[in-house]
């Protein structure tokens, strides 16, 4: 492995041990792992955060544990890993909104509730 493909390496498990652990995930639950590699015609990282293998072409794995793995493909090593982390980032904006969307939600038919709650004296 070239030393352009050690340093990004070493980026993106960086990444994912900050991810690891702003998630509260622990060493019981997995060890991250990452791999950047030439696959002959362009770079490609890989990561999970619970060290499973790791399938796809472009953005956030679609394996039972959602977004807790990444990829991403680059003409450069560190261009790889940019793309991966930006998949992770990605499905943690969307994570974040769909969980305010939810709680919004769930907020209007507490109110409904109250409001029927009262009215018919329950």
């Known amino acids: 492995m070239s030393i352009a493909a050690e340093v ?32 002959g015609v362009r770079w490609r990282a890989t990561a999970h955060l619970l060290g499973r293998r790791v399938a796809g072409d472009v953005g956030v794995s679609g394996v039972e544990d959602g977004a807790a793995g990444a990829y991403g493909h680059g003409d450069r090593p560190h261009r790889a890993v940019a793309n991966a982390v930006e998949a992770w980032r990605t499905a943690a904006r969307w994570q974040r909104e769909d969980h305010i969307a939810t709680a919004e939600d769930a907020a209007i038919r507490a109110r409904e509730w109250r409001r029927i709650c009262a009215e018919v004296g329950a």
């Open 8 to 39: 990004a390496r070493a980026e993106l498990l960086a990444f994912a041990e900050r991810l690891h652990r702003a998630r509260g995930l622990s060493r019981l639950d997995g060890t991250p792992s990452v791999a950047v590699d030439y696959d």
